[in-house]
Nanobody, 128 residues
Framework: QVQLVESGGGSVQSGGSLKLSCAVP????????MGWFRQVQGTKREGIAG???????TYASSVKGRFTISQDSAKRTVFLQMNNLKPEDTFTYFC??????????????????????WGQGTQVTVSS
């Protein structure tokens, strides 16, 4: 049963931008911290951005300076603004929720077993 619902994926040319959204049920948003992962089928899912309850953000080196994670607490929505997209950013992107303890490291270290909820994924394709 899908708990987190992503939207905003699509196709864009290199250098372009996309903004992903993730709608989060209240009982998940209030209890867990949120993040974004990405994956090419057949490879390990990698964590790229996480946000703590106090707003502290953590990024993987591959996206730092280009991607921004944010959240709207009133709407219980998490966003991933992706700028200066490159062909190597072509992945399926997943919203994730997990325990807030050391959440930043959970995301960037790709500790998938710690994540409690996943979205269904949204495809981002960047052409050169």
């Amino acid at each position: 049963q899908v708990q987190l619902v992503e939207s905003g994926g699509g196709s864009v040319q290199s250098g372009g931008s996309l903004k992903l959204s993730c709608a989060v049920p209240g009982y998940i948003y209030s209890r867990y911290c949120m993040g974004w992962f990405r994956q090419v089928q057949g490879t390990k899912r990698e964590g790229i951005a996480g946000v703590a309850k106090d707003g502290t953000t953590t990024y993987a080196s591959s996206v730092k300076g280009r991607f921004t994670i944010s959240q709207d607490s009133a709407k219980r929505t998490v966003f991933l603004q992706m700028n200066n997209l490159k062909p190597e950013d072509t992945f399926t992107y997943f919203c994730a929720a997990g325990p807030c303890g050391d959440w930043g490291n959970t995301v960037v270290d790709g500790l998938l077993d710690v994540v409690v909820y996943w979205g269904q994924g949204t495809q981002v394709t960047v052409s050169s």
